[in-house]
């Protein structure tokens, strides 16, 4: 009896009255004043309407999101770097290559970055971003392997920084960190 009387709620040409009217507990007994409570009497056309009305934002929104998002890419464009990291002859285990405009040379945009994995980065690589063309600031820092329980590595030299002319393409460049005494 249930069923039908949620059939009847679902199926409007059958529908006579408030949702209050047709929905039942599980025992089958009738609960109008808390349904009415929750289901207050209105017209089925303004409840159907009304019910469509959060799908229809929903739409609108993600065709908003689309053709925001639809345009040129900003800032300047983005080059790829590509290469190996040395320190006194030896691959560096693990680090970083930071990639900074350099903007007293006249070189303006986003700071770009490279995880050094067994001696080797590139920008393409999951958590790096590429790097614009122009005079750049490079910083690597290096550090040894890391070992079972250490929270932070020990680093194999301060932070070497070089200045680099990017150019506009992608390019490969080895990095060989000079011994600091």
Same mark, same amino acid.
């Given at each position: 009896m249930?069923?039908?009387?949620?059939?009847?709620?679902?199926?409007?040409?059958?529908?006579?009255?408030?949702?209050?009217?047709?929905?039942?507990?599980?025992?089958?007994?009738?609960?109008?004043?808390?349904?009415?409570l929750?289901?207050?009497?209105?017209?089925?056309?303004?409840?159907h309407?009304?019910?469509?009305?959060?799908?229809?934002?929903?739409?609108?929104?993600?065709?908003?999101?689309?053709?925001?998002?639809?345009?040129?890419?900003?800032?300047?464009?983005k080059?790829?770097?590509?290469?190996?990291?040395?320190?006194?002859?030896?691959?560096?285990?693990?680090?970083?290559?930071?990639f900074?405009?350099?903007?007293?040379?006249?070189?303006?945009?986003?700071?770009?970055?490279?995880?050094?994995?067994?001696?080797?980065?590139?920008?393409?690589? /999951? *958590?790096?971003? %590429?790097?614009?063309?122009?005079? &750049?600031? #490079?910083? @690597?820092?290096?550090?040894e392997?890391?070992?079972?329980?250490?929270?932070?590595?020990?680093?194999?030299?301060k932070?070497?920084?070089? /200045? *680099?002319e990017? %150019?506009?393409?992608?390019k490969? &460049?080895? #990095?060989? @960190?000079?011994?600091?005494?």
């Amino acid at each position: 009896m249930t069923a039908c009387r949620w059939a009847n709620f679902n199926n409007p040409s059958r529908f006579h009255g408030s949702p209050c009217d047709v929905i039942t507990d599980r025992h089958g007994v009738l609960d109008s004043a808390i349904q009415q409570l929750r289901f207050p009497t209105m017209n089925h056309s303004i409840a159907h309407k009304l019910s469509l009305l959060p799908g229809t934002c929903s739409l609108g929104v993600l065709l908003l999101t689309m053709l925001l998002g639809c345009g040129a890419p900003e800032g300047p464009a983005k080059f790829d770097v590509s290469g190996n990291v040395t320190y006194q002859g030896k691959p560096v285990p693990t680090g970083t290559v930071t990639f900074y405009p350099n903007t007293e040379k006249g070189t303006s945009g986003p700071t770009a970055q490279a995880k050094i994995v067994d001696g080797k980065y590139d920008t393409r690589s /999951e *958590f790096s971003k %590429p790097t614009i063309a122009g005079n &750049l600031i #490079i910083v @690597v820092d290096g550090f040894e392997a890391p070992r079972p329980n250490e929270e932070v590595p020990t680093p194999l030299f301060k932070p070497f920084q070089m /200045e *680099f002319e990017m %150019p506009a393409e992608s390019k490969i &460049l080895n #990095i060989d @960190v000079p011994s600091m005494k």
